[in-house]
């Protein structure tokens, strides 16, 4: 399993490079030796508050060990749930979410998903956060807290109403029920990406526009140029111009919404036939010509 997991096995090596057993380094952090080896072995994780001393007893930053774990799920009792307030504060700075997730050293779709509230934030996440907006630990924690969520819910209703649109009438328009117009206009909930796109198209506004008045995080990929996308970006940055979630273009295609999501992670390629196929679906004729050794 060791060399499945290269995060865990760091753990091993470097306990090793120091000549410590695993009940050595078990005794130090207070913890069972089976623990060590659970952690060693890719099981579990160790808990947030353990990560300092591990830290210290190798002699390694903190995000060291927290870089060998990375790729495992974050315990419950590791998190601080989800802040209102978070997409407000990024919102509010000038730095986009793609330079946010580089400079916390996290995968920019974690971070989307930590900013529109869909995923609670680790606590390792806060001081990286916090540095990037400048803050304190305990000032950033306050702020991301406190939605404030009056001065941003009105634009979104105020822009359905100048279009004679109910709620209701909306919602048959982008495929989603009234009550979720609802829950965007009191900013109780952040739309996703391809919501965004079809909310824009239905309203007839620009889509900064309409992220920028509501305080949403703008979607990344809407803001670049084809040019400047991978082939797996370019797919996903194509569903998002076209409001599509990723189901919808399977169906289209064949295949299933996770297939979908699998290729645009650039994780597996279509194969030919369906390559074909879904450069038909999105419009990209380029999708087509691509080769199956590129990197899709």
Do not use: Y
């Not at 090793?16 to 380094?25: H, I, T, V």
């Not at 109780?188 to 008045?213: E, F, G, K, N, W």
């Not at 399977?250 to 699998?262: D, E, F, I, P």
């Amino acid at each position: 399993m060791l060399d499945d997991v290269p995060g865990p096995q760091e753990l091993r090596q470097r306990r090793k490079a120091l000549r410590l057993s695993q009940a050595q380094l078990a005794e130090i952090l207070l913890v069972n030796h089976a623990t060590v080896s659970r952690w060693e072995s890719g099981l579990r994780r160790p808990p947030h508050g353990l990560i300092p001393g591990i830290a210290e007893a190798l002699n390694v930053t903190h995000e060291a060990v927290e870089g060998w774990f990375a790729p495992m799920p974050v315990l419950g009792g590791d998190t601080i749930g989800r802040l209102d307030g978070l997409k407000r504060l990024l919102a509010a700075q000038p730095v986009d979410l793609r330079t946010a997730a580089a400079s916390c050293n996290v995968p920019e779709e974690d971070l989307v998903g930590w900013v529109l509230g869909r995923r609670s934030l680790p606590r390792f996440m806060v001081p990286r956060l916090a540095r990037v907006l400048g803050l304190s630990e305990a000032d950033f924690l306050k702020a991301a807290r406190s939605s404030r969520t009056a001065d941003t819910g009105s634009f979104l209703r105020e822009l359905r109403r100048s279009r004679g649109l109910t709620q209701e009438e909306l919602g048959r328009r982008i495929g989603r029920s009234d009550a979720t117009i609802c829950a965007w206009e009191l900013a109780r909930v952040t739309p996703s990406p391809a919501s965004i796109r079809r909310l824009s198209r239905a309203l007839h506004v620009v889509d900064s526009t309409l992220c920028d008045r509501m305080r949403w995080p703008r979607p990344p990929l809407l803001t670049m140029a084809p040019s400047e996308l991978s082939p797996h970006e370019l797919i996903r940055w194509r569903r998002l111009q076209e409001g599509l979630n990723c189901a919808e273009v399977g169906r289209c295609v064949g295949v299933t919404g996770q297939t979908v999501r699998r290729w645009e992670s650039g994780d597996f390629r279509p194969r030919p036939a369906t390559l074909e196929r879904l450069a038909r679906a999105l419009a990209l004729p380029q999708l087509s010509v691509i080769s199956a050794r590129e990197d899709l």
